[in-house]
């Protein structure tokens, strides 16, 4: 485990000298099975001789005042058993006074900013999120300096920021991201799904039901659906569910993440619902 910037660079040079190539998975830590199907794809990209580095960081930046930032899951003990039976080489798990140091996350002054994708969908509902996630994610990239880094499609808007970030900021880097990984009923791995009580966890099926139900939508309809209508049905399916309140559903461009008033197939789908307190983001193709 390296836990200071400095020690991490040094790794990171070294391994340049050699040629050795580096896979990098950022992460908040509270490992699941889908976290690690994303190191399996590292290993593959960068293969036997290269290194995998998965970083455990719970970003302060990109959680809002009134989010789950202090009680955001943590278990480091199992992240590390984890991660040592999947063969990661290196744990890199920094503290804010290491990735925020002079004064702290108040006096800190230096944010990367995308100003198109990150707009609409979490952009809405967390107007601060990707700010804090672009700045950790290029703080992280100059810290670990990888060849590849593997995101999740669970985080569809996420990913696309980030790679729209390294395009356009020429960050020497290739974004691989590996698909949504999701327990036997549907419901879509995540950390936060810890936070759900039984009867929530059974409710929180509404998202991939959602999903599904969309997906079927567009599969038997000869012609586009308007997405309004769609989105309405959507929204009934889910309030069945009494613990269940949408944020939003939105249908829109895979590439460019502009909403569509018609939805047909290859619309992207993304939605966000709170169950009970708990806010669960899902997507998908349609
Ligand atoms: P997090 O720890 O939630 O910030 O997620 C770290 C990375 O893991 C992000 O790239 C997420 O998109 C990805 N991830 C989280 N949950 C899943 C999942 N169920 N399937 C695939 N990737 C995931």
């Not at 984890?82 to 702290?104: I, K, T």
């Not at 974004?175 to 036997?184: F, G, Q, S, Y």
């Not at 619309?267 to 619902?273: E, H, R």
Request: aromatic share 8%; glycine share 6%.
């Amino acid at each position: 485990m390296v836990t200071s910037v400095a020690g991490m660079q040094q790794l990171a040079k070294s391994w340049q000298r050699k040629g050795v190539r580096v896979g990098f998975v950022p992460t908040m830590g509270y490992l699941h099975a889908g976290h690690m199907s994303l190191v399996k794809r590292a290993r593959q990209m960068v293969g036997k001789s290269g290194k995998v580095v998965v970083s455990i960081y719970v970003n302060p930046t990109q959680f809002g005042p009134k989010e789950d930032l202090s009680r955001y899951p943590r278990d480091l003990k199992r992240d590390q058993q984890l991660c040592r039976a999947e063969g990661v080489d290196v744990l890199f798990v920094p503290s804010d006074q290491e990735m925020y140091p002079q004064n702290g996350i108040g006096a800190y002054s230096t944010y990367v900013v995308e100003e198109t994708l990150s707009r609409g969908m979490e952009g809405v509902s967390r107007p601060t999120h990707f700010r804090g996630v672009t700045t950790i994610v290029a703080k992280l990239f100059n810290i670990v300096q990888p060849q590849v880094a593997v995101f999740g499609a669970k985080d569809f808007q996420q990913a696309a920021v980030v790679q729209r970030m390294v395009r356009d900021l020429n960050f020497p880097l290739k974004i691989v991201v590996a698909p949504t990984h999701r327990e036997p009923d549907g419901l879509a791995m995540s950390s936060r799904n810890k936070y759900l009580s039984t009867d929530e966890r059974q409710q929180a099926l509404a998202l991939s039901l959602a999903i599904k139900a969309a997906q079927q939508a567009v599969k038997s309809s000869k012609q586009s659906l308007a997405a309004n209508k769609l989105r309405a049905n959507l929204f009934k399916l889910i309030s069945q569910h009494p613990a269940a309140r949408v944020d939003y559903i939105e249908f829109f461009d895979p590439q460019t993440l502009q909403p569509v008033t018609q939805v047909s197939c290859g619309t992207q789908m993304a939605l966000a619902v709170f169950v009970g307190r708990t806010r669960l983001i899902d997507n998908a193709r349609l």
